[in-house]
């Protein structure tokens, strides 16, 4: 049974950083490629950003570039999202995902972890 638990999400205040973990089991995570997407209220979801399985950077969205990274510990089964220099527009919910292929913004990874909030206030 594949699980993705996130970790790391809470509240902060505009300019400031968190760092969400993404903690895989029940697969072979490094035959995985790894996304972050996320979701505010009353939007559609949107992939922040897509590492590779030997962990080079696939995907970025424009909105979080020079302030988000992704990277990948294929020893821990986990992948992270740094995130810095925070913006109220960034509250949502943000959810990790695993894909046997590369994610980009027209596939769906065959794996959700559950989500976790990420509440940015000004």
């Known amino acids: 049974q594949v699980q993705l638990v996130e970790s790391g999400g809470g509240l902060v205040q505009a300019g400031g950083s968190l760092r969400l973990s993404c903690a895989a089991s029940?697969?072979?995570?490094?035959?995985?490629?790894m996304g972050w997407f996320r979701q505010a209220p009353g939007k559609e979801r949107e992939l922040v950003l897509a590492?590779?399985?030997?962990?080079?950077?696939?995907y970025y969205a424009e909105s979080v570039k020079g302030r988000f990274t992704i990277s990948r510990d294929n020893a821990k089964n986990t992948v992270y999202l740094q995130m810095n220099s925070l913006k109220p527009e960034d509250t949502a919910v943000y959810y990790c995902?695993?894909?046997?292929?590369?994610?980009?913004?027209?596939?769906?990874?065959?794996?959700w972890g559950q989500g976790t909030q990420v509440t940015v206030s000004s």
């Open positions: 995902a695993a894909s046997g292929t590369t994610i980009t913004k027209w596939t769906t990874p065959e794996y």
């Open positions: 029940g697969l072979t995570f490094s035959r995985y490629a």
């Open positions: 590492i590779s399985m030997s962990g080079r950077t696939t």
